[in-house]
């Protein structure tokens, strides 16, 4: 079974400010992780993704993903946040063993950057 | 505008009747996924096709939910005998498999359900 937590509902973070949102996940064999972003009345965006290789995933406007192992965890950073990063943010994993193509997503996280 | 879109993007019916929701994913993507949103959720998995074939369809969430891809390109969901609990948004994506990797997907805007 594969699942994966997003610890807070709600990250609070000032413009300029370096800002983390937390993901940790759970699989059987090897992840194939995910981040995704849904502005306001907007469909789901892919920022970035890992699945092997440098632990340090860089994405899409800015963004940047720390994949630990030992953790189980596959955070999502970015070193100075803007006003127009607030949205909301999932976390996705998918077992890379056993063939199946369904990922999970957690409940995500909005992010609310304050000028 | 080449991304995936999703029609109708409102829904509004009483419960008991049928409704179909029609994707159509970026055309060189060989998968689509359907996915279910409520509020407060991340998206919630119900069905995916390679191609035309309907790969996984365990999860759709029961018997009145079905879906199609009729010739690899679009794909339609239908609720039959709608219930209220129905009613959420429901996503479509498309992604691009090759070699097993890849499989980014990329979501078109919802169709969002209302039973009345």
């Known amino acids: 079974a594969q699942s994966v937590a997003q610890p807070e509902d709600q990250v609070n973070v000032a413009e300029g400010n370096p800002l983390t949102v937390k993901c940790t996940y759970s699989v059987s064999g090897n992840p194939y992780l995910f981040w995704y972003v849904q502005y306001p009345n907007r469909g789901l965006q892919f920022l970035l993704k890992y699945i092997t290789g440098d632990n340090l995933v860089k994405g899409s406007y800015g963004f940047e993903a720390e994949f630990n192992k030992s953790q189980t965890s596959f955070h999502l950073k970015k070193p100075s946040a803007l006003v127009s990063d607030s949205a909301l943010y999932f976390c996705?994993?998918?077992?890379?063993?056993?063939?199946?193509?369904?990922?999970?997503f957690g409940r995500g996280t909005s992010l609310i950057v304050h000028p | 505008d080449t991304g995936v879109s999703q029609d109708p993007r409102h829904k509004i019916t009483k419960r008991g009747q049928n409704v179909t929701f029609r994707c159509d994913p970026i055309s060189e993507h060989n998968r689509l996924y359907w996915y279910r949103q409520t509020l407060g959720q991340g998206p919630e998995f119900l069905t995916y096709f390679q191609n035309e074939a309907q790969l996984e369809k365990s999860r759709l969430l029961s018997d009145r939910f079905s879906a199609e891809r009729p010739k690899g390109s679009f794909s339609t969901l239908e609720i039959q005998r709608t219930e209220q609990g129905d009613s959420a948004m429901y996503l479509c994506?498309?992604?691009?498999?090759?070699?097993?990797?890849?499989?980014?997907?990329?979501f078109g805007p919802g169709t969002r359900l209302t039973v009345t």
């Open positions: 996705a994993v998918r077992d890379l063993s056993g063939g199946s193509y369904i990922p999970t």
């Open positions: 994506a498309s992604s691009l498999l090759a070699g097993g990797v890849g499989d980014e997907q990329y």
